[in-house]
């Protein structure tokens, strides 16, 4: 079974930037995409990578962020620069089989880290 943990949450200002990572085991052959979301709401597509490094974003998020993958460490980032309050989030990462129809949809995703905390402040 795929597991994924993320880190590199925190606190941080308005306009400053975070990078968080996500470790897999057993991370050969699996799409990954960045997810968030908040309390009373559902979950938030962010990013995709593709198992060829083909990228996709949720169009308010284009240029903000980016997200890439060190295959040699079996890990996915997301770097997030120009944070906004609105950003403030629980961020998880996933993994899914290739061929999704709906790369930022939750529901084509199989596998899910445990989130960590993003909060920004203004």
């Known amino acids: 079974q795929l597991r994924l943990v993320e880190s590199g949450g925190g606190s941080v200002q308005g306009g400053g930037s975070l990078k968080l990572s996500c470790a897999a085991s057993?991370?050969?052959?699996?799409?990954m995409g960045w997810f968030r979301q908040v309390p009373g709401k559902g979950r938030e597509g962010v990013a995709h990578?593709?198992?060829?490094?083909?990228?996709t974003y949720a169009n308010s998020l284009k240029g903000r962020f980016t997200i890439y993958k060190d295959n040699r460490k079996n890990t996915l980032y997301l770097q997030m620069n120009d944070l906004k309050p609105e950003d403030t989030a629980t961020y998880y990462c996933?993994?899914?089989?290739?061929?999704?129809?709906?790369?930022?949809?939750?529901?084509?995703?199989?596998?899910w880290g445990q989130g960590t905390q993003v909060t920004v402040s203004s």
């Open positions: 996933a993994a899914a089989l290739p061929g999704l129809v709906f790369k930022l949809s939750p529901t084509e995703y199989n596998y």
């Open positions: 990578i593709g198992v060829d490094g083909t990228t």
């Open positions: 057993g991370y050969v052959g699996y799409c």
